[in-house]
């Protein structure tokens, strides 16, 4: 018997994320997902008049896959998963890898390669059909958050299932303020950052993307950023665990990367030159995000947070950047984390997680529940 839970999920994701209609073509990739939710989401495709396409996947599987790669079966899978997403209007990804370090002991470059290889994928997929992605609840997860799996499916089902109409109505100020501004200060502990967001817009998130959501994105112009910046949030990539990140910039590029792993996190940087340069920064506003659990779906959605991302950028706010990485780093400002402040053209706009203008504090965490 199914979880009631599953039909009103599968709902959000079929109709208010992804909008589906009668003629449209989904994509259902599921990944260590249960059957009985994959069904849901099947049916509620099938309820909108959509085409449902599946494919389910085990992350064990995955990981044998990657730990045997060569250029030539990269681009095998990207030329069949890119011919099978043109056909396609919509993509709904459910993620529910058990292990966040399953691909820890799979080779850099092995990962770096497929990675770049299988880049035009995302970058279609992204840019040109309806999309959100979604991690699915395990005890994993929940021991990442530090709660017990039934309060953490709770919290889980809780969040993915808000007001994400009230949210998107919430943050419009948000969006104008930033697509108008030039310049950014970002200050906080171990962090004085100034970079231009000139010219580059700014889009919302609000369920339309990644369920969880909550945030509002612009990128800096490539060469402007200068300054440190301190994360104080843990952080896995490429299957390695991060903390005490601390990134130096000159003229727009990494000049000096510090962390836990300090080798490792040079060797991502190193990946292309692109990796050095950033491709995001956005401001995150989840009210029921309040602690960061290694899990970016989630951790870059904390309410009173940024995040500041090495890499790719999106083509809706594109300062021409290009590389393999997309690295969502996350600094939270409230508080407990040791505050901090962001401005927007010599104007507090958000100081210690808060946001401080009268048109912005509806996306304040009391306000936005």
């Not at 790719?312 to 997309?326: I, L, P």
């Amino acid at each position: 018997m199914s979880d009631p839970r599953y039909k009103k999920l599968a709902e959000v994701l079929t109709g208010y994320s992804t909008e589906l209609k009668k003629g449209d073509t989904v994509l259902l990739d599921t990944t260590d997902t249960p059957d009985a939710f994959t069904i849901e989401l099947v049916r509620a495709a099938r309820n909108r008049g959509a085409t449902p396409l599946v494919e389910t996947r085990q992350s064990r599987v995955v990981r044998e896959m990657l730990m045997g790669t060569d250029e030539a079966h990269a681009k095998t899978v990207r030329d069949v998963e890119l011919s099978r997403m043109k056909k396609c209007d919509a993509y709904v990804a459910v993620r529910g890898a058990k292990n966040s370090t399953e691909n820890s002991d799979i080779l850099s470059e092995n990962l770096s390669m497929y990675s770049r290889t299988l880049r035009p994928l995302l970058n279609y997929r992204v840019n040109k059909t309806r999309w959100v992605v979604i991690r699915w609840p395990n005890g994993a997860m929940a021991q990442g958050a530090g709660m017990s799996t039934e309060a953490f499916e709770d919290f889980f089902f809780r969040v993915c299932t808000m007001d994400y109409a009230k949210m998107a109505k919430a943050q419009k100020p948000l969006i104008k303020r930033m697509a108008k501004a030039d310049k950014v200060h970002l200050k906080g502990p171990g962090t004085d950052l100034t970079f231009s967001i000139k010219g580059l817009g700014a889009v919302g998130c609000a369920g339309d993307r990644n369920i969880p959501d909550g945030e509002v994105f612009s990128c800096p112009v490539k060469k402007s950023v200068n300054g440190v910046i301190q994360y104080n949030t843990p952080s896995i990539y490429a299957g390695t665990r991060f903390e005490n990140m601390r990134l130096e910039f000159k003229n727009g590029k990494i000049v000096d990367a510090t962390a836990s792993d300090t080798k490792r996190i040079n060797e991502i940087f190193d990946t292309a030159p692109g990796a050095r340069y950033v491709g995001e920064f956005s401001l995150g506003f989840n009210p029921h995000i309040k602690e960061p659990m290694c899990d970016i779906l989630f951790d870059e959605k904390i309410a009173g947070s940024l995040h500041f991302t090495p890499g790719q950028a999106y083509e809706e706010c594109d300062n021409g950047n290009r590389s393999a990485v997309h690295w969502d780093m996350v600094l939270i400002q409230r508080p407990e984390y040791g505050g901090g402040e962001v401005w927007f053209d010599d104007e507090l706009i958000r100081k210690n997680g808060m946001f401080v203008p009268n048109d912005l504090k509806p996306l304040n965490p009391n306000n936005l529940k």
